[in-house]
């Protein structure tokens, strides 16, 4: 079988290496280079403790698993399992949350500042937090480069640089795409591209409403070790990498952060989010970059998954690609080479088809 993937951020990385693995003949493209957009401005927090309801937990706690498979097989570093420590929530919020969590099974435990003190010695403690054993951190664009790699091995092509200017159909089946130095033609077109999944899936008849989320990710300059978790408090999200970098959204929480456009320029706000960072460390930090990308963010908050519109077209797009990526690729790949789905993985599927927006 012959696919063509639209989009060459994570989801479409892992997903043209699984379709390799299944014998498809893959061939990526994308009007950039690969993790180009949203994947590679990524602040790559693995967590299921960031849910909208049961059913989106279940489908990052087993996304979490996906991780560590994919790891394994690829022999990947990009994927490491810090755990985070969480302060967002305070007070009455936070024994709600702990609570939830621990309901749902989840590796969650509470603690004190000094045992906070103790996992953290560089960060100010606050008076209680809570403790995802579990959770990890990735870089995005090493690990899309790894499965690229790993994929171009078992003949998966990027064409990088060209934009999709039009998916193509005749006679009621997806037959490939345009672009402006001509057609590409395949027996299946997955649609991985990100914000501009709404346009090209519109051409179509199909719609996937999108939301405008902005999201800008600080840098900062190399540092030595100082933080062993993904720390998340109430005013800031910080992470740093094996590099010395530390991570940082310019905005407070910024997986639920609804904001359609950045408040301040780009450099004011890294200056904003900076002086929070030396807030919670106890010294100060300079940054060195600010990358902004716009977050691929269903209308309703939510992942859209499957097939859809004419024979042969599928697509994939959702927030937080870097939980749910390996899942989505694995499970994606099944659907489209008509490998049959345990019930357990179509109900993990279920809530997120495409057919929800036709009404």
């Keep these: 079988m012959k696919v063509i993937i639209v989009g060459a951020g994570i989801i479409g990385a892992l997903t043209a290496f699984r379709l390799a693995e299944r014998g498809a003949e893959v061939t990526v493209i994308d009007a950039g280079q690969p993790a180009g957009a949203a994947s590679g401005a990524s602040f790559g927090w693995i967590n299921a403790s960031f849910y909208v309801d049961q059913d989106h937990f279940n489908l990052r706690l087993a996304a979490i698993a996906a991780h560590h498979r994919l790891a394994a097989e690829l022999k990947s570093d990009a994927i490491r399992w810090p755990g985070c420590l969480c302060w967002e929530a305070q007070g009455d919020a936070l024994d709600e949350q702990h609570k939830a969590l621990k309901a749902l099974g989840y590796a969650v435990s509470e603690v004190s500042a000094q045992a906070f003190s103790e996992l953290e010695p560089s960060v100010v403690a606050p008076p209680r937090a809570l403790h995802f054993l579990d959770e990890g951190a990735v870089d995005l664009a090493q690990l899309a480069a790894e499965a690229l790699r790993a994929g171009a091995a078992m003949g998966v092509r990027v064409v990088a640089g060209l934009p999709v200017t039009r ?37 179509m008849g199909v719609p996937v409403p999108m939301l405008s989320r902005p999201g800008l990710i600080v840098r900062s300059e190399p540092l030595p070790p100082l933080l062993r978790h993904v720390l998340v408090s ?12 530390l991570l940082a959204p310019t905005s407070a929480g910024h997986q639920g952060d609804d904001s359609d456009t950045a408040p301040e320029p780009p450099d004011a706000l890294a200056n904003r989010t900076m002086a929070r960072v030396q807030a919670m460390i106890g010294r100060p930090v300079a940054w060195d970059q600010v990358t902004l990308a716009f977050r691929p963010v269903p209308q309703d908050g939510l992942p859209v998954i499957g097939a859809c519109g004419p024979a042969g077209l599928y697509v994939t797009v959702m927030h937080s690609g870097a939980t749910l990526a390996p899942l989505v690729a694995e499970l994606a790949a099944a659907e489209v080479m008509e490998s049959a789905l345990s019930n357990t993985q179509l109900a993990l599927l279920s809530p997120y088809r495409p057919a929800r927006f036709t009404g």
């Design 167 to 203: 998916l193509l159909e005749a006679a009621g089946k997806a037959t490939g795409v345009q672009t402006a130095a001509g057609r590409l033609t395949a027996d299946q077109v997955i649609v991985a591209a990100g914000v501009a999944t709404e346009r090209l899936m519109a051409e």
């Design 234 to 245: 109430s005013g800031q999200e910080l992470r740093q990498t094996p590099q010395g970098h």
